[in-house]
């Protein structure tokens, strides 16, 4: 039974194949979202102290993204890798992929933990904090920090439930979890008046339940592949590939951290702490917007990854055509929507007019360039799909650190605080058109089975 869920991803309709793994995958992604957006919907309306806890919150936003940046090295490095060794019919491989991933995610928990735990407050400070704000950040990190191995399993290994074609587990995964925050969240941080601690102990117990659901499934027989105690022993030859293909998607979530700290900086000290606050419902907004695009990449990732071990490359073209024109099309009208109701997103995060008239200035100008995001997305996606580590890693930088993070920094000096919101769009445009210049350039070699990387 299991075994036909896998082998469909060569043989089923691609229309009907990428609706059934995408919507789950849209699902989890939304649902993954909401384990942080819940918790700044919550703390942005606590009374008398929203905005600033709020602001304290964002700049905790970096490190929490750098974990989450360690799981996706561990899992979206692996999982494609196992997904195409499934398609080669070797399923002893695509278990010791899975079993050193699992060991590698294990490791980086440790270390981050005992990392972030040391010098967590010089770190707030240089991400953006005041001495206004620096107590609700300590607040909430202290308590995240403890649930950092749960953050790492929970995301890390549900990939590997994905791979293998199996949407709807990997998608109950993060529903399991997230329920559980947006349950919690209003007991803890009004009704047993935790604050902001509250928030973080409701994220970090969602977290927990969720990575014993995901371990569970990978240790039953319910998994076509499962994690077994012979292959957590590391295993330098299957790491290798895991860590070359596992950079680009690290590259492209810490560099997310990277461009947040740069923001935060630079609109700390053009604009101070209203304008560090707008920053953290900007990218909110962001994640929503991403959403759709990042299921339905991820969601069909498993197709492109079985159908190019496979061999089946017009089903790896088409594929990416219907992947291209869904975020395209998402996009397009994200752009719209922050372009005309940006109030209505502000809303939704605080109360004060202050903030709420700053958002509405500066949204329809940061997301200015959000229309043609979703080509960078699509044939990015593609090349993780396809085991293309060191293309993926070049469009990973190339968006956030080669053009985001010296814009920020070059344009405040002629343009004050809101050449900071310039960049954004900017490095979108340039980002997007170099990323399909050079798909177009490859996929021909590519989608001949001239260009495998190893």
């Given at each position: 039974m299991e075994e036909s869920r896998e082998k469909r991803l060569g043989t089923a309709p691609l229309g009907k194949l990428i609706f059934q793994l995408a919507l789950p995958g849209i699902a989890a992604q939304l649902i993954n979202v909401l384990y942080n957006m819940v918790d700044r919907m919550y703390i942005g309306h606590i009374p008398e102290a929203g905005a600033t806890a709020l602001t304290g919150l964002g700049v905790c936003l970096p490190i929490i993204v750098l974990i989450s940046a360690f799981s996706a090295f561990a899992g979206m490095g692996g999982a494609p890798l196992a997904a195409i060794q499934l398609g080669k019919g070797d399923k002893g491989r695509a278990e010791k992929i899975l079993g050193n991933a699992a060991m590698l995610l294990v490791t980086c928990s440790i270390v981050l933990t005992i990392l972030f735990s040391i010098f967590k407050e010089p770190i707030l400070y240089a991400f953006g904090a005041s001495d206004e704000t620096i107590g609700y950040a300590l607040d909430y990190i202290n308590i995240y920090l403890v649930g950092t191995i749960a953050v790492q399993l929970a995301l890390g290994l549900n990939t590997y439930?994905?791979?293998?074609?199996?949407?709807?587990?990997?998608?109950?995964?993060?529903?399991?979890?997230?329920?559980?925050?947006?349950?919690?969240?209003?007991?803890?941080?009004?009704?047993?008046?935790?604050?902001?601690?509250?928030?973080?102990?409701?994220?970090?117990?969602?977290?927990?339940?969720?990575?014993?659901?995901?371990?569970?499934?990978?240790?039953?027989?319910?998994?076509?592949?499962?994690?077994?105690?012979?292959?957590?022993?590391?295993?330098?030859?299957?790491?290798?590939?895991?860590?070359?293909?596992?950079?680009?998607?690290?590259?492209?979530?810490?560099?997310?951290?990277?461009?947040?700290?740069?923001?935060?900086?630079?609109?700390?000290?053009?604009?101070?702490?209203?304008?560090?606050?707008?920053?953290?419902?900007?990218?909110?907004?962001?994640?929503?917007?991403?959403?759709?695009?990042?299921?339905?990449?991820?969601?069909?990732?498993?197709?492109?990854?079985?159908?190019?071990?496979?061999?089946?490359?017009?089903?790896?073209?088409?594929?990416?055509?219907?992947?291209?024109?869904?975020?395209?099309?998402?996009?397009?009208i994200a752009c719209l929507l922050t372009r005309f109701i940006p109030g209505v997103f502000a809303s939704v995060f605080?109360?004060?007019?202050?903030?709420?008239?700053?958002?509405?200035?500066?949204?329809?100008?940061?997301?200015?360039?959000?229309?043609?995001?979703?080509?960078?997305?699509?044939?990015?996606?593609?090349?993780?799909?396809?085991?293309?580590?060191?293309?993926?890693?070049?469009?990973?930088?190339?968006?956030?650190?080669?053009?985001?993070?010296?814009?920020?920094?070059?344009?405040?000096?002629?343009?004050?605080?809101?050449?900071?919101?310039?960049?954004?769009?900017?490095?979108?445009?340039?980002?997007?058109?170099?990323?399909?210049?050079?798909?177009?350039?490859?996929?021909?070699?590519?989608?001949k089975g001239k260009m495998i990387d190893k």
């Amino acid at each position: 039974m299991e075994e036909s869920r896998e082998k469909r991803l060569g043989t089923a309709p691609l229309g009907k194949l990428i609706f059934q793994l995408a919507l789950p995958g849209i699902a989890a992604q939304l649902i993954n979202v909401l384990y942080n957006m819940v918790d700044r919907m919550y703390i942005g309306h606590i009374p008398e102290a929203g905005a600033t806890a709020l602001t304290g919150l964002g700049v905790c936003l970096p490190i929490i993204v750098l974990i989450s940046a360690f799981s996706a090295f561990a899992g979206m490095g692996g999982a494609p890798l196992a997904a195409i060794q499934l398609g080669k019919g070797d399923k002893g491989r695509a278990e010791k992929i899975l079993g050193n991933a699992a060991m590698l995610l294990v490791t980086c928990s440790i270390v981050l933990t005992i990392l972030f735990s040391i010098f967590k407050e010089p770190i707030l400070y240089a991400f953006g904090a005041s001495d206004e704000t620096i107590g609700y950040a300590l607040d909430y990190i202290n308590i995240y920090l403890v649930g950092t191995i749960a953050v790492q399993l929970a995301l890390g290994l549900n990939t590997y439930i994905s791979c293998q074609g199996n949407a709807k587990v990997a998608m109950c995964s993060v529903l399991i979890g997230a329920v559980l925050n947006i349950v919690l969240d209003p007991v803890f941080i009004f009704a047993l008046n935790m604050g902001v601690k509250g928030a973080a102990l409701a994220t970090i117990i969602s977290q927990a339940v969720s990575a014993v659901w995901v371990v569970g499934f990978l240790v039953s027989k319910k998994s076509v592949i499962r994690i077994r105690k012979e292959n957590l022993k590391p295993d330098w030859k299957i790491i290798g590939p895991i860590c070359a293909l596992g950079i680009s998607p690290f590259v492209m979530q810490s560099t997310e951290a990277l461009v947040t700290i740069v923001l935060n900086n630079g609109l700390q000290k053009y604009g101070g702490d209203l304008y560090v606050g707008s920053l953290t419902i900007l990218q909110s907004v962001m994640q929503l917007i991403v959403v759709p695009v990042n299921g339905m990449t991820q969601g069909v990732q498993p197709v492109i990854s079985y159908n190019y071990g496979a061999g089946k490359f017009d089903r790896v073209k088409k594929t990416f055509k219907i992947v291209l024109i869904a975020d395209l099309m998402v996009t397009v009208i994200a752009c719209l929507l922050t372009r005309f109701i940006p109030g209505v997103f502000a809303s939704v995060f605080t109360d004060e007019a202050p903030l709420i008239a700053l958002v509405e200035q500066v949204m329809p100008v940061f997301f200015s360039g959000i229309w043609i995001f979703g080509v960078q997305m699509a044939c990015q996606s593609t090349f993780m799909g396809m085991g293309q580590a060191k293309v993926s890693l070049f469009l990973a930088l190339l968006r956030k650190v080669i053009l985001l993070i010296p814009l920020a920094l070059i344009l405040p000096k002629f343009f004050g605080v809101d050449g900071i919101y310039y960049a954004e769009p900017v490095a979108d445009i340039a980002a997007a058109v170099t990323t399909g210049v050079v798909f177009l350039l490859m996929s021909r070699k590519l989608l001949k089975g001239k260009m495998i990387d190893k």
